[in-house]
């Protein structure tokens, strides 16, 4: 099954570049040259997704991303602002045109339950045009995050079993390490309008066993997902954003015979602001965490049953 997902992936890719590259041959007696669109997104970051926009070579980008618990309990903790509490500090750097690295340090949970330090990059394969030559932006995302709770975490209800099935006193790096690797495809259809959609695949090296180290009950290690965002510009600075992430149930790839919490979509609607330099977002959204493969693989907040969290972006740019 995995071998049919990396065919159906690469032949979207390939299919994607070469319809580009024809579209280019045919218009290479063009006496003008055919430059990229620029302003598809104000950032790197649209609330919870990635988008295909690297910065010029050279330039540092700082991210904080922050939510607050859901809005389930009202007044009572200020619809959230009082509950857990989720951040996430990232720092990302083009070391070379359309080439993006980064990482990133998260705390979820009030208390820090949860620590995760990921890693990550961004590869651009193609840049929409602005006559059309290259119809739309193609780009790669992934990470690899590392779970940096103690031992004891391990060792209690919270236990994970990996596929080698070890012991809890015997967790070793690669227990902790998950994986989130995307596709990303986008288009500025005018200049207020910008859609984009994804196909991403979630691997966790363990996971949350919670029918007592049944495999029924229990999660998958593997996870597709399909994504839409997009951004609406409404006034010169300002502009409605969205984002959709869809855990998609494929028989073929799952481990258990009974997923006893399936993971739920995530829905957030904001508003953003930008300067060139700075953006911010303001939005509310039904997931929790800050990692892509933690929305798809565990996400529990129900959008249609008060499972909606406030949340901000904000992203500041150094060019060098």
Not at 227 to 239: A, C, F, L, N
């Amino acid at each position: 099954m995995k071998k049919n997902i990396l065919f159906i992936i690469l032949f979207s890719l390939i299919t994607t570049i070469s319809f580009a590259q024809k579209e280019a041959t045919e218009t290479t007696g063009a006496k003008e040259k055919d430059f990229p669109v620029t302003g598809a997104f104000e950032s790197g970051y649209l609330i919870d997704a990635q988008t295909t926009v690297i910065p010029e070579k050279k330039t540092l980008e700082f991210g904080i991303q922050h939510k607050f618990g859901t809005i389930e309990n009202g007044s009572t903790d200020m619809w959230g602002v009082y509950g857990s509490a989720n951040i996430r500090l990232a720092l990302d750097y083009v070391i070379a045109k359309n080439l993006q690295i980064g990482a990133g340090l998260t705390k979820k949970g009030m208390n820090g339950e949860k620590n995760i330090t990921d890693l990550n990059a961004k590869w651009s394969l193609l840049q929409q045009t602005r006559k059309n030559t290259i119809p739309v932006s193609v780009a790669l995302y992934g990470n690899v995050a590392i779970d940096g709770r103690p031992l004891s975490s391990y060792q209690t209800d919270q236990v994970r079993i990996a596929y080698h099935n070890g012991l809890p006193n015997k967790i070793e790096l690669q227990d902790r390490l998950s994986y989130f690797s995307e596709i990303i495809i986008s288009r500025k259809f005018c200049k207020e309008f910008s859609l984009q959609a994804g196909l991403s695949f979630t691997h966790y090296n363990s996971v949350n066993d919670v029918a007592n180290n049944l495999v029924v009950g229990g999660y998958d290690h593997d996870k597709l997902g399909a994504h839409v965002s997009g951004r609406i510009k409404v006034t010169p600075q300002g502009s409605i954003i969205f984002n959709y992430d869809q855990p998609l149930k494929i028989k073929q790839m799952s481990e258990q015979a009974i997923l006893k919490n399936p993971s739920k979509p995530n829905l957030a609607i904001g508003y953003e602001v930008s300067t060139g330099t700075h953006a911010f977002q303001m939005f509310m959204g039904s997931s929790s965490s800050m990692l892509p493969q933690d929305n798809i693989m565990y996400n529990q907040n129900d959008w249609q049953n008060k499972g909606w969290s406030i949340g901000f972006v904000i992203t500041r740019l150094w060019a060098y």
